[in-house]
């Protein structure tokens, strides 16, 4: 096969039944049991039945869109023996790309992420954070009019509103207090924003509020021993790949509260000398952003038997 990219997805990809296509595929339903036994709960029931609210709830999200993305890797690799050159995972999608990798175990990233969820939940209450997507404006553009909108609070505000996710050179999402938030939209889209969508989150991840929450995360990854990474990952926070334990652990921890750099992610895979990223999990998402951060490159979705066969077809 021609040398490939797996890219991992975050959240709001989840859906109900989203692995039921894999019916009783033994690496699916290992990788099912592995996570369930690791959190003491059946992973499984709720992937399948739902509903639709509980899975939605970031404490779920996580560890269930973490399964769903090694539960696809290791169907492919059972079915191809063939590895990505490289990794990369959208902000929760990292974890996913670091048990591929072989830097943490399932277990450990499922009792992380469920961790990780909780605190972020707690660092903001639900209704004082907020997220939203702003289409068809340059990123550089968003990190202005954030600022705008910050500074038409006063000096010494305590309303925060940053660009955290920059997902397509058109495509950047912002977070911070619900207030903030809100006004940023209307700043933006008076500046030429197509649109500004308010995003369906229980909190403003990525975000400088979610300090708290990666200062209590960064001791959680303390206490956790690192494998040497199998495959190069290579991370949101610095788009870096880090071999040395400690960096990993720290780009985590940033990563919890600083902006998933997910365009140069994608530019830095190409520099590799790759064009196929295949999106390992639920969804579509990443592999549309691939083709819009450049035209040269192939976005492929691997999430069920029918597409890892066109996966592989593609890669002959």
Same mark, same amino acid.
């Given at each position: 096969?021609?040398?490939?990219?797996?890219?991992?997805? &975050?959240?709001?990809?989840?859906?109900?039944?989203?692995?039921?296509? =894999?019916?009783?595929?033994?690496?699916?339903?290992?990788?099912?049991?592995?996570?369930?036994?690791?959190?003491?709960?059946?992973?499984?029931?709720?992937?399948?039945?739902?509903?639709?609210?509980?899975?939605?709830?970031?404490?779920?999200?996580?560890?269930?869109?973490?399964?769903? !993305?090694?539960?696809?890797?290791?169907?492919?690799?059972?079915?191809?023996?063939?590895?990505?050159?490289?990794?990369? !995972?959208?902000?929760?999608?990292?974890?996913?790309?670091?048990?591929?990798? !072989?830097?943490?175990?399932?277990?450990?990233?499922? @009792?992380?992420?469920?961790?990780?969820?909780?605190?972020? @939940?707690?660092?903001?209450?639900?209704?004082?954070?907020?997220?939203?997507?702003?289409?068809?404006?340059?990123?550089?553009?968003?990190?202005?009019?954030?600022?705008?909108?910050?500074?038409?609070?006063?000096?010494?505000?305590?309303?925060?509103?940053?660009?955290?996710?920059?997902?397509?050179?058109?495509?950047?999402?912002?977070?911070?207090? *619900?207030?903030?938030?809100?006004?940023?939209?209307?700043?933006?889209?008076?500046?030429?924003?197509?649109?500004?969508?308010?995003?369906?989150?229980?909190?403003?991840?990525?975000?400088?509020?979610?300090?708290?929450?990666?200062?209590?995360?960064?001791?959680?990854?303390?206490?956790?021993?690192? &494998?040497?990474?199998?495959?190069?990952?290579?991370?949101?926070?610095?788009?870096? %790949?880090?071999?040395?334990?400690?960096?990993?652990?720290?780009?985590?921890?940033?990563?919890?509260?600083?902006?998933?750099? =997910?365009?140069?992610?994608?530019?830095?895979?190409?520099?590799?000398?790759?064009?196929?990223?295949?999106?390992?999990?639920?969804?579509? %998402?990443?592999?549309?952003?691939? *083709?819009? %951060?450049?035209?040269?490159?192939? !976005?492929?979705?691997?999430?069920?038997?029918?597409?890892?066969?066109?996966?592989?077809?593609?890669?002959?």
């Amino acid at each position: 096969m021609k040398p490939f990219a797996f890219v991992f997805p &975050g959240q709001g990809s989840q859906a109900v039944g989203m692995l039921d296509a =894999w019916g009783q595929h033994p690496a699916v339903l290992e990788t099912l049991r592995e996570a369930s036994e690791a959190l003491g709960e059946d992973l499984s029931t709720l992937i399948r039945e739902g509903p639709k609210e509980a899975l939605g709830l970031t404490t779920n999200t996580q560890p269930v869109m973490l399964v769903a !993305g090694v539960a696809t890797y290791r169907a492919w690799l059972s079915e191809t023996g063939v590895a990505p050159a490289v990794l990369a !995972g959208h902000s929760l999608g990292e974890y996913s790309a670091l048990v591929a990798a !072989g830097v943490l175990t399932l277990a450990q990233a499922a @009792q992380l992420v469920r961790f990780r969820a909780q605190a972020m @939940q707690e660092a903001v209450p639900v209704g004082v954070g907020a997220m939203a997507a702003i289409l068809g404006m340059q990123a550089d553009q968003v990190i202005e009019g954030c600022a705008e909108a910050v500074r038409t609070f006063g000096l010494g505000t305590l309303e925060v509103v940053e660009a955290v996710n920059f997902n397509d050179p058109m495509q950047t999402v912002i977070a911070g207090s *619900k207030a903030a938030v809100e006004k940023a939209c209307e700043v933006l889209k008076a500046n030429g924003a197509k649109r500004a969508l308010p995003l369906p989150v229980s909190a403003p991840f990525h975000s400088s509020l979610m300090k708290p929450a990666a200062d209590r995360l960064r001791e959680q990854l303390a206490c956790i021993e690192f &494998g040497n990474p199998q495959i190069p990952v290579i991370n949101n926070v610095d788009v870096a %790949v880090e071999t040395d334990h400690d960096r990993i652990r720290d780009a985590l921890y940033r990563q919890a509260f600083g902006p998933v750099r =997910w365009v140069e992610c994608v530019q830095a895979i190409k520099a590799k000398g790759l064009t196929t990223l295949v999106e390992c999990g639920p969804g579509k %998402v990443l592999a549309g952003l691939s *083709k819009r %951060v450049d035209p040269e490159l192939t !976005g492929v979705p691997l999430f069920d038997p029918a597409s890892l066969d066109a996966v592989k077809e593609l890669l002959e």
